[in-house]
């Protein structure tokens, strides 16, 4: 299982990004996925899951302002997140489990400069 994310980068306050996880290896219909966040010194985070019947789920953090899709087609979930905060600052990683077992992507930067 590969898990590729990208679309990071540097925004200022009040932005706008869409990250995109593309996945490779797995049966990806029939799997959940979710993007988490990491920031300097803090424990890695849930920000947002969707179900393989499209169900999704959110840190409170984040709701209203981060929309997590999925497209079966290509083989790849999305991160939509808009009104970005400074407190948004942290590397994402895609992730899934197949069988117990967690695949995470290699994590994309994102900065949201106050």
């Known amino acids: 299982v590969q898990l590729q994310a990208s679309g990071g980068g540097l925004v200022q306050a009040g932005g706008s990004l869409r990250l995109s996880c593309a996945a490779s290896g797995m049966i990806f219909s029939t799997n959940a996925l979710g993007w988490y966040r990491q920031a300097p010194g803090k424990q890695r985070e849930l920000v947002a899951q969707?179900?393989?019947?499209?169900?999704?789920n959110y840190a409170d953090s984040v709701k209203g302002r981060f929309t997590i899709s999925r497209d079966n087609v290509k083989n790849t979930v999305y991160l939509q997140m808009n009104s970005l905060k400074p407190d948004d600052t942290a590397v994402y990683y895609c992730?899934?489990?197949?069988?117990?077992?967690?695949?995470w992507g290699k994590g994309t930067q994102v900065t949201v400069s106050s």
């Open positions: 992730n899934t489990v197949i069988s117990a077992m967690p695949y």
């Open positions: 969707i179900g393989s019947s499209r169900r999704t």
